[in-house]
C-alpha cells in the first residue's frame, strides 16, 4: 500500500520524522503537549483522550493463534460482513486454495502490510487500525463440497421466529466474512482485497456495512449504544469469567473435531422501526428496556452493572421492571443459563419509499452451540417481548467459524485437508 514496499505500519511510525506528513506529526505532537500539562481544549476533551485519538493507527491485532480474531476483539467502529456461494463447479481443492489466498491476506493486511499484484492501495497511509478479519461456513457449504459428513449438527437451519420477514437472498450463503477496523479505509481495502481474491472461486451472494462508536469519543471507555439510544451489551460474557470459553468456543475434544477451539456465530439484520420508537416517551421506552436510558441501570436503581431486581414491587402494586421488558427476558438465568457473546455492528442504508429510515442493528452473536445460545433466548423473546413491537428481522445467518491459523497455516485447513 505504499511505494517501494513500505508498509501501511512502517508509514506511520516514519511519520514523524520526516517532511512528506507534518501535518499529521504536528497534531500528534500538539495532543502530546496538551497531555503533558494537563490542559483541556475548548470541547472538553482532555489532551490525553486526544493522544489515545492520534494513536488509532497503530493498533494491532494478531491473525495467528488458538482463537480467529473478531471474536473476542474489541468492537471496532466500522465494519463489513459479506456472504459469498461458491461458484458452479467448484472443487473441494478450490475452495481449499482460496481459504489460504484470503488467509495470506488477511493476515498481511491486519499486520500493516502490502498484499502486493494489483493492490489498490486504497489504505496506504493508514496503520493497522485494529483489522480484523474472521472467516465462517455455511451449512451449504458441505454439501457443495463433498464434505457432508464433516458439517457439524449445530448447524441446523434455525427455527422461524414471529418478527422473522427475512429476505432470502440476504440470508445465509457459503462462506462467510467478518471485516473489522477502527478506519473505514483500512476496513474497505480489505473487503476489496478479499471479494477480488474470490473471483472466479466464490461471488457475492450479500454484503452489510455497520458501525459502532470510535474508540476515545467518549471520556472513557462505555458499553455501545445502539440507534434507539439505549446501552446494548450490559451482560454480556466476559473473557475472564471461568466458563467464558465454556460458553463461548467449541472444546478441544468437541465434534467435528476440525471445529475446536472455534465458535458458531448468528448473524441477523434487525432493523429498528426507529419512526415509531421516537414517538414513545422517555418513560415508556425504559418500561419496554427495563433500564435506565441514561446510563444502563435497572429500573430498580444501581449502576449499569448492577443485578435488576426482577421481584420488586413499584407503589403501583406492579413489578417494577415490566413482565415482558427486554431487560427481563434476556437474562441468563431467566433462559437456562443460556449466553452469547454480543458483538453487533448498527446499520443506516437510508430512507425508504415511505420515508423511514432503514436503520438497525447487525446483530452478531458468537456462542459454543447455537440451540443452547442463540434458539432458547430467541424463542422466548418470540413470545413476549416488548421490543419486538419496534424491531423486524429482516435477514438470517448461521455459520461455523473454525479455531485459529497456526503460523504456516489457513484458516479451515483442518475441514478442508483432513
Same mark, same amino acid.
Given at each position: 500500500?505504499?511505494?517501494?514496499?513500505?508498509? =501501511?505500519?512502517?508509514?506511520?511510525?516514519?511519520?514523524?520524522?520526516? %517532511?512528506?506528513?507534518?501535518?499529521?506529526?504536528?497534531? &500528534?505532537?500538539?495532543?502530546?503537549?496538551?497531555?503533558?500539562?494537563?490542559?483541556?481544549?475548548?470541547?472538553?476533551?482532555?489532551? &490525553?483522550?486526544?493522544? &489515545?485519538?492520534?494513536?488509532?493507527?497503530? %493498533?494491532?491485532?494478531?491473525?495467528?493463534?488458538?482463537?480467529?480474531?473478531?471474536?473476542?476483539?474489541?468492537?471496532?467502529? =466500522?465494519?463489513?460482513?459479506?456472504?459469498?456461494?461458491?461458484?458452479?463447479?467448484?472443487?473441494?481443492?478450490?475452495? &481449499?486454495?482460496?481459504?489460504?489466498? !484470503?488467509?495470506?491476506?488477511?493476515?498481511?493486511?491486519?499486520?500493516?502490510?502490502? /498484499?502486493?499484484?494489483? +493492490?489498490?492501495? /486504497?489504505?496506504?497511509?493508514?496503520?493497522?487500525?485494529?483489522?480484523?478479519?474472521?472467516?465462517?461456513?455455511?451449512?451449504?457449504?458441505? $454439501?457443495?463440497?463433498?464434505?457432508?459428513?464433516?458439517?457439524?449438527?449445530?448447524?441446523?437451519?434455525?427455527?422461524?421466529? $414471529?418478527?422473522?420477514?427475512?429476505?432470502?437472498?440476504?440470508?445465509?450463503?457459503?462462506?462467510?466474512?467478518?471485516?473489522?477496523?477502527?478506519?473505514?479505509?483500512?476496513?474497505?481495502?480489505?473487503?476489496?482485497?478479499?471479494? #477480488?481474491?474470490?473471483?472466479?472461486?466464490?461471488?457475492? *451472494? !450479500?454484503?452489510?456495512?455497520?458501525?459502532?462508536?470510535?474508540?476515545?469519543?467518549?471520556?472513557?471507555?462505555?458499553?455501545?449504544?445502539?440507534?434507539?439510544?439505549?446501552?446494548?451489551?450490559?451482560?454480556?460474557?466476559?473473557?475472564?469469567?471461568?466458563?467464558? @470459553?465454556?460458553?463461548?468456543?467449541?472444546?478441544?475434544?468437541?465434534?467435528?473435531?476440525?471445529?475446536?477451539?472455534?465458535?458458531?456465530?448468528?448473524?441477523?439484520?434487525?432493523?429498528?422501526?426507529?419512526?415509531? !420508537?421516537?414517538?414513545?416517551?422517555?418513560?415508556?421506552?425504559?418500561?419496554?428496556?427495563?433500564?435506565?436510558? $441514561?446510563?444502563?441501570?435497572?429500573?430498580?436503581?444501581?449502576?449499569?452493572?448492577?443485578?435488576? #431486581?426482577?421481584?420488586?414491587?413499584?407503589? +403501583?402494586?406492579?413489578?417494577?421492571?415490566? /413482565?415482558?421488558?427486554?431487560?427481563?427476558?434476556? *437474562?441468563? @438465568?431467566?433462559?437456562?443459563?443460556?449466553?452469547?457473546?454480543? =458483538?453487533?455492528?448498527?446499520?443506516?442504508?437510508?430512507?425508504?419509499?415511505?420515508?423511514?429510515?432503514?436503520?438497525?442493528?447487525?446483530?452478531?452473536? !458468537?456462542?459454543? @452451540?447455537?440451540?443452547?445460545?442463540?434458539?432458547?433466548?430467541?424463542? #422466548?423473546?418470540?413470545?413476549? +417481548?416488548?421490543?419486538?413491537?419496534?424491531?423486524?428481522?429482516?435477514?438470517?445467518?448461521?455459520?461455523?467459524?473454525?479455531?485459529?491459523?497456526?503460523?504456516?497455516?489457513? /484458516?479451515?485447513?483442518?475441514?478442508?485437508? %483432513?
Amino acid at each position: 500500500m505504499t511505494d517501494h514496499g513500505i508498509s =501501511r505500519r512502517r508509514l506511520l511510525g516514519t511519520a514523524g520524522v520526516t %517532511g512528506l506528513a507534518l501535518g499529521a506529526a504536528g497534531g &500528534a505532537a500538539g495532543y502530546a503537549a496538551a497531555s503533558s500539562s494537563g490542559a483541556s481544549d475548548p470541547s472538553g476533551t482532555s489532551g &490525553a483522550a486526544k493522544d &489515545a485519538l492520534a494513536s488509532l493507527g497503530t %493498533g494491532e491485532v494478531m491473525f495467528h493463534g488458538k482463537h480467529q480474531p473478531g471474536i473476542t476483539t474489541p468492537m471496532q467502529s =466500522r465494519g463489513h460482513l459479506i456472504a459469498f456461494d461458491l461458484t458452479a463447479g467448484t472443487s473441494r481443492k478450490e475452495a &481449499a486454495a482460496l481459504l489460504r489466498r !484470503w488467509s495470506t491476506t488477511a493476515a498481511r493486511l491486519m499486520a500493516g502490510e502490502p /498484499v502486493g499484484g494489483d +493492490d489498490t492501495a /486504497v489504505a496506504r497511509d493508514a496503520g493497522p487500525s485494529s483489522l480484523s478479519v474472521t472467516f465462517g461456513f455455511g451449512a451449504s457449504f458441505f $454439501s457443495r463440497t463433498g464434505l457432508e459428513k464433516q458439517r457439524p449438527s449445530a448447524l441446523e437451519p434455525l427455527p422461524d421466529f $414471529s418478527s422473522d420477514r427475512l429476505d432470502k437472498a440476504r440470508s445465509n450463503g457459503d462462506l462467510w466474512v467478518q471485516i473489522g477496523a477502527n478506519d473505514p479505509l483500512v476496513a474497505f481495502h480489505a473487503l476489496r482485497a478479499l471479494q #477480488k481474491e474470490a473471483a472466479g472461486t466464490a461471488r457475492v *451472494r !450479500w454484503q452489510m456495512n455497520g458501525f459502532n462508536r470510535s474508540p476515545g469519543a467518549t471520556a472513557r471507555p462505555m458499553t455501545t449504544r445502539n440507534l434507539m439510544g439505549q446501552i446494548d451489551g450490559t451482560n454480556n460474557p466476559k473473557p475472564s469469567e471461568k466458563d467464558f @470459553d465454556e460458553r463461548i468456543f467449541v472444546p478441544a475434544d468437541g465434534d467435528p473435531a476440525w471445529m475446536a477451539g472455534g465458535s458458531y456465530v448468528v448473524v441477523r439484520r434487525i432493523r429498528m422501526l426507529l419512526d415509531d !420508537w421516537e414517538k414513545l416517551g422517555l418513560k415508556a421506552q425504559e418500561a419496554v428496556i427495563g433500564r435506565h436510558k $441514561s446510563d444502563g441501570s435497572p429500573l430498580t436503581g444501581g449502576t449499569e452493572t448492577t443485578e435488576p #431486581k426482577l421481584e420488586e414491587m413499584g407503589a +403501583d402494586g406492579k413489578v417494577v421492571i415490566p /413482565v415482558n421488558a427486554h431487560a427481563r427476558i434476556t *437474562r441468563p @438465568d431467566q433462559n437456562g443459563g443460556a449466553a452469547m457473546l454480543r =458483538r453487533p455492528f448498527s446499520y443506516h442504508d437510508g430512507f425508504d419509499a415511505h420515508g423511514e429510515p432503514d436503520a438497525g442493528l447487525l446483530f452478531v452473536c !458468537w456462542q459454543a @452451540d447455537p440451540m443452547r445460545g442463540f434458539v432458547p433466548v430467541q424463542r #422466548k423473546l418470540d413470545r413476549g +417481548d416488548a421490543l419486538s413491537e419496534f424491531i423486524r428481522h429482516e435477514a438470517s445467518g448461521l455459520y461455523a467459524v473454525p479455531g485459529g491459523a497456526a503460523k504456516g497455516e489457513y /484458516v479451515g485447513q483442518r475441514l478442508l485437508e %483432513g
